[in-house]
């Protein structure tokens, strides 16, 4: 067995062979990243969820096809991303339709819990979490390119290769993506941009 | 503005990770010499903290649990219907050997069988062309005289010392 497996390869290939417990462990490490994405990309919380736990059901059906020289994170972002202009589009044919009426399907299933952050939220906090909303606000109006290269490059995960992968484009089209995405939501958050604070000012 | 292209390469880093001690020095000797560098620079710290502090999108803590169980009533399905479509599939596995043996038979037969009458047509080819060399049956007339003829062959041969000499 090589030494040199990436963790997630060596995991999926345990899934291959009908693994659950595997299947877990890649939920649970992807499943903050993914949501991340698709709710960035679908800007609703319940039906982000609903469809980042299709992602994972995707990676499962599919794991067949997964080839262990292929990165995980940059195959099951490209599922998520799939997936979401999917639904993108779906919503564009049929804007009345919600994921929602799926849901009555699985009412037998345990309602989502949720931790309760905001119960002990400092007033920092508090503005901390306004001026973040400036920020997903301005993520919410770039177009979906610019907004979902920009959600990719946060994370230290993936390099300029994986995210042009993702996408679907170069590496220097990534670039340009990410600079054109930037450069308009500094215009946007410019005044409340500030080097070695994070303070609204007027 | 045309930037360094140092600069430019330590700014495309940072959008993805906290640039190294390594990297902010230099970074750091670019921006002290050039107050307009220095001034995009302020902006681009302040987004790439702003989208760092973003907060984690709230996942419900029963996830994992409900994509597992969703998994396994999908895999289950799946099993219930490909068995019928496996039973199929299996009885071509067992069959289709035997038939494959029969065939090979079967196409061995054929070509003996073939073999053995190309043979068999060689041989009267060769008999027919045996017959066809052999001179043809005379007129009956000719053979009107035939015991006079085949008595006079009973004669003993000429005396050709007497004919010379009688010559």
């Known amino acids: 067995m090589s030494t040199d497996l990436d963790p997630d390869a060596a995991l999926m290939l345990r899934v291959?062979?009908?693994?659950?417990?595997?299947?877990?462990?890649?939920v649970d490490?992807?499943?903050?990243?993914?949501?991340?994405?698709?709710?960035?990309?679908?800007?609703?919380?319940?039906?982000?969820?609903?469809?980042?736990?299709?992602?994972?059901?995707?990676?499962?059906?599919?794991?067949?096809?997964?080839h262990v020289s292929a990165k995980f994170s940059t195959w099951v972002f490209t599922i998520a991303r799939n997936l979401?202009?999917?639904?993108?589009?779906?919503?564009?044919?049929?804007?009345?339709?919600?994921?929602?009426?799926?849901?009555?399907?699985h009412d037998d299933q345990p309602e989502r819990q949720y931790e309760d952050r905001k119960a002990f939220a400092a007033p920092d906090a508090l503005l901390h979490?306004?001026?973040?909303?400036?920020?997903?606000?301005?993520?919410?109006?770039?177009?979906?390119?610019?907004r979902t290269a920009i959600v990719l490059c946060r994370g230290e995960e993936l390099s300029y290769e994986d995210i042009a992968e993702i996408l679907g484009c170069s590496v220097s089209a990534t670039k340009s993506l990410i600079h054109r995405g930037r450069e308009t939501l500094k215009q946007r958050l410019k005044p409340y941009l500030r080097t070695g604070s994070w303070s609204k000012s007027k | 503005m045309s930037k360094d292209p140092l600069y430019e390469r330590l700014r495309e880093t940072s959008w993805r990770r906290k640039l190294t001690p390594d990297e902010q020095a230099r970074l750091s000797e670019l921006l002290a010499t050039d107050s307009e560098l220095q001034s995009d620079w302020e902006n681009e710290a302040g987004l790439n903290r702003a989208l760092a502090e973003l907060a984690p999108v709230p996942v419900s803590n029963n996830?994992?649990?409900?994509?597992?169980?969703?998994?396994?009533?999908?895999?289950?399905?799946?099993?219930?219907?490909?068995?019928?479509?496996m039973n199929q599939v299996a009885w071509w596995f067992r069959w289709l050997p035997k038939v494959a043996v029969a065939a090979v038979?079967?196409?061995?037969?054929?070509?003996?069988?073939?073999?053995?009458q190309e043979n068999r047509r060689e041989e009267v080819a060769h008999s027919l062309s045996a017959i066809s060399q052999i001179p043809s049956v005379p007129n009956p007339e000719v053979l009107e005289d035939f015991d006079a003829i085949v008595a006079l062959g009973s004669n003993p041969p000429a005396d050709e010392e007497l004919l010379r000499v009688m010559q």
């Open chain 2, 105 to 116: 038979v079967f196409a061995a037969g054929v070509i003996s069988y073939q073999h053995v």
């Open chain 1, 29 to 66: 490490k992807y499943k903050q990243p993914v949501m991340n994405l698709v709710y960035r990309m679908l800007r609703d919380s319940t039906e982000a969820e609903d469809l980042a736990q299709v992602v994972f059901l995707q990676v499962y059906k599919s794991a067949d096809r997964y």
């Open chain 1, 129 to 146: 979490g306004e001026l973040e909303q400036k920020v997903e606000e301005a993520l919410a109006e770039l177009p979906e390119n610019q």
């Open chain 1, 16 to 26: 291959k062979q009908g693994d659950w417990g595997a299947f877990a462990e890649l």
């Open chain 2, 63 to 85: 996830f994992t649990a409900q994509v597992l169980a969703e998994a396994k009533r999908e895999a289950a399905i799946f099993e219930r219907t490909r068995r019928p479509a």
């Open chain 1, 84 to 105: 979401c202009l999917n639904e993108i589009r779906r919503r564009s044919r049929h804007p009345a339709d919600s994921l929602e009426g799926s849901q009555s399907e």
